[in-house]
């Protein structure tokens, strides 16, 4: 008999998770999507980091602290960030520049995130990300999508993307991820 064989098999979940992110629709069919499954080891780099961002943020950025517990109760993580290779070309304005050529030429901001990129990116990980947490669901996987854990990676170096996302699974009898305090 094997008890609790439901946590055996979050790793591949996981995977499969990432897979729904990988074959997400994207813009002019350009996959700037990067992905990645958090080993056990880094899960501790990312929390550590959350935490000495709290520290280093106004006092309204304590919710870090809050969410590396949840990061080191999870039973997986998976990050799903975006590294943008160009813009799609329309001159649309929504990056803040009148065109895609100037916006492409204006200096990268680094911090928790490196912008400004071309707003149909971030609509391809929006989608990303959203069928990723969908088929965590259809697993029955308790989620939650963290800024804070993608700010993690960026600033640990854990992930080369211009903006990053971080997604804690769970599987345990209550939804860890609900009545955080």
Same mark, same amino acid.
């Given at each position: 008999?094997?008890?609790?064989?439901?946590?055996?098999?979050?790793?591949?979940?996981?995977?499969?998770?990432?897979?729904?992110?990988?074959?997400?629709?994207?813009?002019?069919?350009?996959?700037?999507?990067?992905?990645?499954?958090?080993?056990?080891?880094?899960?501790?780099?990312?929390?550590?980091?959350?935490?000495?961002?709290?520290?280093?943020?106004?006092?309204?950025?304590?919710?870090?602290?809050?969410? !590396? &517990?949840?990061?080191?109760?999870?039973?997986?993580? =998976?990050?799903?960030? @975006?590294?943008? *290779?160009?813009? /799609?070309?329309?001159?649309?304005?929504?990056?803040?520049?009148?065109?895609?050529?100037?916006?492409?030429?204006?200096?990268?901001?680094?911090?928790?995130?490196?912008?400004?990129?071309?707003?149909?990116?971030?609509?391809?990980?929006?989608?990303?990300?959203? !069928? &990723?947490?969908?088929?965590?669901?259809?697993?029955? =996987?308790?989620?939650? @999508?963290?800024? *804070?854990?993608? /700010?993690?990676?960026?600033?640990?170096?854990?992930?080369?993307?211009?903006?990053?996302?971080?997604?804690?699974?769970?599987?345990?009898?209550?939804?860890?991820?609900?009545?955080?305090?």
């Amino acid at each position: 008999m094997i008890l609790n064989p439901e946590s055996e098999v979050l790793e591949t979940l996981a995977k499969s998770i990432l897979l729904a992110a990988r074959t997400a629709p994207k813009a002019k069919g350009v996959d700037d999507i990067v992905t990645a499954l958090v080993e056990i080891p880094d899960i501790e780099v990312l929390a550590s980091t959350m935490e000495r961002l709290a520290e280093e943020k106004s006092a309204g950025f304590a919710f870090l602290k809050r969410d !590396a &517990a949840n990061l080191r109760n999870a039973g997986a993580a =998976i990050l799903i960030g @975006v590294k943008t *290779s160009g813009a /799609a070309g329309l001159d649309c304005g929504a990056c803040g520049s009148e065109t895609c050529a100037e916006m492409l030429n204006r200096q990268k901001i680094e911090g928790d995130f490196r912008g400004p990129n071309c707003m149909l990116k971030y609509v391809d990980l929006g989608i990303a990300i959203g !069928a &990723a947490v969908a088929k965590a669901k259809d697993f029955c =996987i308790d989620n939650r @999508v963290m800024y *804070s854990i993608g /700010a993690a990676a960026r600033v640990s170096g854990l992930l080369d993307a211009d903006v990053v996302f971080g997604i804690p699974l769970s599987v345990t009898g209550k939804n860890i991820f609900f009545d955080r305090k």
